[in-house]
Structure formats: structure tokens, C-alpha cells
């Protein structure tokens, strides 16, 4: 069964940072995984076109909350979207359907997005997946938590995380962010 790689990320573009997500998105494929995302543009589109470029296969989690958004469809990258009701299903969905994720720099919904998955670990209400962050963007937002203890037993065991903070890998390039998640 081919893993599912969820990739949060934002709806601009990184300037000169797209090189790399398109990279991510290639590398992700070409080791076989399925790319996930929010379908839209920025990043998210950044890494389904690397990973389309590259032969993989690419889902878009999709919701509609503005009608006067530019986005009335999911990016021409997605293969297959699926449709939330809200932010919170997207998220829920993404979740339960991934087998990792790799958190890139954004604005407050990738922000939501990865505090979900800290949280969801940490209390055990979802098994203990790899979350990755690329760069150092969520590095001092992250850190705040290192006072906050890791309740899952399973998490700590999985992880060797005692702190929230823990939870998550940073690493600096695409090529560590997909070496830390190649034997999930």
C-alpha cells in the first residue's frame, strides 16, 4: 500500500524558497509516497506539481468557505480532491489519512494544521506519525512547548519525546525531510 505524505504549507509562494518545495515534492514521488495537501495554490501547489512532475500521484484536501476566493477548484497538480465541509474536517481528514507530515513555513491555517497533529499525538488520540518541520520557521513558535510534557505513553515510546516540542523534527533540507520519513 503506497504511503500518504501530507505536506502543510501555505497559499503564497516562498520566492526564493520554490525550488526546494518543488524538489520536496519530486523527491516525495520518486520514493513512491502519495503527496497530500489543501489542493490550492503557494506551496501546495508547489509540491503537487514536483510530485506530478515526477510520475507520483497527488490529493488535494479541499474546502470552500469564500465565494469570492480565486480558487473554485483544487490546483492543476491534484489527482484526486476530496471535499471538507470546513477547515476542521480538512484537517481531521488529512490526519487520518497520512501516514507522515512535513510542516513548511505558512501563515495560521498550516499553523492550526500543526498544532492539530502535536495535539492529536500528544493526547493519544491518533497513533504516533512523524511530523517533520523544514526550515526554522516554526522553530521559536515550537519552542514554547518544551515545558509541556508528552501524556501519550505510546508517543513517548514511539517518538523518545518528553516534551511537545519533541514531537517534531526539524531538519534543514528536502533531502532530510524525506530521509526522516523514507522508512515510515
Known sequence: MTKIICVFGSYKSLGKKDNDILKLGRLLAEKGFTVMTGGFGG???LI???AKEAGGKT???T???YEDVKYKKPNK???EEIRAKDIFERIDIMMKKADAFIALPGGTGTLLELAACIEHVNKGLMKPKPIIALGNFWKNVLERLTEEPVLSGEARIFTNALSCHDLVTFVDTTEEAVSKIATV
Open 59 to 61: 490529493i488535494g484536501v
Open 63 to 65: 474546502y470552500y468557505k
Open 43 to 45: 506551496t501546495m501547489e
Open 77 to 79: 497538480y491534484i489527482d
Open 48 to 50: 503537487s506539481r514536483g
